[in-house]
């Protein structure tokens, strides 16, 4: 990794010049480019640059009053500054486009919870309602509280306490609400900190915060031994309308009819820079953007950096909205890449085909997947599936009938003694223990995995960008994903991260 570049000033706007530490690549304009080559392309994908990129990133985010990359805030706007000018400084390679996008936004929170006068950890959830209660029971909800009668008559003017798990936030607290409870509190349901998330959006919910495993089952227990516990509690979130964009690359060569798409989002949550999440996915773009420069290819490549993602995909909603259907069509393929250094990691694809979540997508979808598990055997590598529920940033690109497809390293789903056999790491805790929190940074990154799915992507990009040999023409009428089985879910396999469009 390169020395940590020097101090940095920023514009509140995010409109001052920034190079770091990832390096431009310059090539001459009057040079004809050779055909992108498979394995060239993928030895040039190294850790040193990937991580430079990340700490780019988190030296953006620390240096604004934040210290976060959520839309619209000085951190945001200055990491789309930095994706800008690394791909302007590429020459005339690509055509670039900023799509200007404005939404509401968690900007800052704050929590209190004290349960019989002692103080309990606890946090807040992205568009949670503000409200203050004192002296109120805390009572339980039984199993998950994701159905009605999970929550009972005796929440009429109470406290929920919830379990995390299986259905959204926004399930549990709006039965709890319709049972009259005054609020909830949600522990987590792994040691992995205070339980955190979204409810999608501004709402009419009752108040709502977190706390962690450990406090949640303690109190579990004390309710259970016949004690009585009081609550009070003092939940803040403010929100307001905030302005950033999607940055849109496209290569001024290749097919533009046939056009492999790669996206990730660039914003992060409240609570810190967004490292893994997704500053992962957004430099593996932009290094394999860069590395591809050296290179000519068939078909248009076409790279695109998020926003608003973590308000509920709504930067990667807002270009499928806003571009005509017939230019869609010409998407012959959306890949996705939402966190790929996950510290405690598999190494996930996406489940296209159905065969691991019983829910696949258009065709295309299964070639893709297959693309990427051949690739990893022919390294040796193990993988597992990834479960293709949209919850990132190619649900509306799924929701249009494109095919779609990706890697993950996984977020806040359990890793497994199986897993731990194929990938290391321990079991019992979350891929990423530091998901959505201040500690999601460049120091908990896994480097190799980091590099493994980075070079991924680039067979990927090597593949499609030369040839779509063996690949199914677009069904633009189909728009629509295929179900497989009975069930849309399958919750004893691995799943991708959750606290997207929908938050668990």
Not at 163 to 181: D, M, S, W
Not at 213 to 234: F, H, M, P, V, Y
Not at 336 to 356: E, K, Q, R, T
Not at 405 to 412: F, H, M, V
Request: glycine share 12%; aromatic share 10%; net charge negative.
């Amino acid at each position: 990794m390169k020395a940590p570049s020097s101090a940095l000033a920023f514009t509140a706007a995010g409109l001052l010049a920034f190079t770091g530490n990832a390096e431009p690549i310059r090539r001459d304009p009057n040079t004809t480019l050779p055909l992108v080559q498979d394995q060239a392309l993928v030895d040039s994908i190294v850790i040193e640059n990937l991580l430079g990129c990340a700490q780019d990133l988190e030296d953006i985010a620390y240096a604004s009053p934040r210290r976060n990359r959520v839309h619209g805030t000085e951190g945001h706007l200055n990491s789309v500054k930095y994706f800008q000018e690394q791909l302007e400084s590429l020459g005339d390679y690509y055509d670039i486009e900023l799509q200007d996008f404005t939404t509401e936004v968690t900007l800052a929170s704050q929590a209190s919870l004290t349960i019989n006068g002692e103080t309990i950890d606890s946090g807040t959830f992205s568009f949670g309602n503000n409200g203050t209660w004192s002296d109120l029971p805390l009572v339980p909800v039984a199993n998950l509280g994701c159905v009605a009668s999970d929550h009972p008559d005796t929440l009429q003017g109470a406290i929920a306490l919830i379990a995390r798990g299986n259905c959204t936030f926004v399930e549990k607290i709006t039965f709890a609400g319709e049972k009259g409870a005054v609020g909830a509190i949600i522990y987590n349901n792994a040691d992995a900190g205070i339980a955190a998330g979204t409810l999608g959006g501004v709402n009419n919910l009752i108040v709502v915060g977190g706390i962690s495993k450990a406090d949640g089952l303690r109190l579990l227990e004390q309710i259970n031994a016949n004690t009585t516990l009081l609550s009070s509690g003092e939940y803040y979130t403010y929100i307001a309308n905030t302005t950033s964009y999607n940055v849109v690359a496209s290569s001024k060569q290749g097919d533009t009819d046939n056009v492999l798409f790669l996206g990730a989002h660039s914003d992060s949550v409240e609570a810190g820079p967004g490292i893994n999440d997704n500053g992962s996915g957004s430099c593996g773009l932009l290094t394999i953007a860069k590395a591809l420069a050296q290179w000519r290819t068939t078909n248009q490549v076409r790279f695109a950096w998020w926003t608003a993602e973590e308000e509920g995909l709504l930067g990667a909603e807002h270009y499928v909205n806003i571009t005509p259907a017939a230019e869609l069509d010409k998407v012959r393929l959306y890949l996705n890449f939402d966190m790929i250094a996950s510290p405690n990691f598999v190494l996930g694809i996406y489940d296209g085909d159905g065969s691991s979540f019983n829910l696949s997508g258009p065709a295309g979808s299964a070639e893709a997947e297959r693309l990427f598990e051949d690739w990893y055997d022919a390294q040796g590598y193990p993988h597992v599936g990834s479960e293709f529920n949209g919850r990132s940033d190619y649900g509306p690109f799924l929701d249009k009938g494109v095919p779609c497809g990706g890697l993950d390293t996984g977020a806040d789903g359990v890793k497994t003694d199986e897993e731990v056999a194929l990938f290391g790491g321990t079991a019992g805790i979350w891929y990423d223990p530091n998901y959505h929190s201040a500690k999601d940074n460049v120091t908990n990154l896994n480097l190799d995995a980091f590099e493994t799915v980075g070079k991924g992507i680039a067979h990927a990009v090597a593949t499609y960008g030369a040839s779509w040999e063996g690949f199914p023409a677009r069904n633009v009428t189909a728009v629509t994903r295929r179900v497989l089985g009975a069930n849309k879910f399958n919750f004893s396999k691995r799943k991708p991260k959750f606290g997207k469009k929908k938050a668990y």
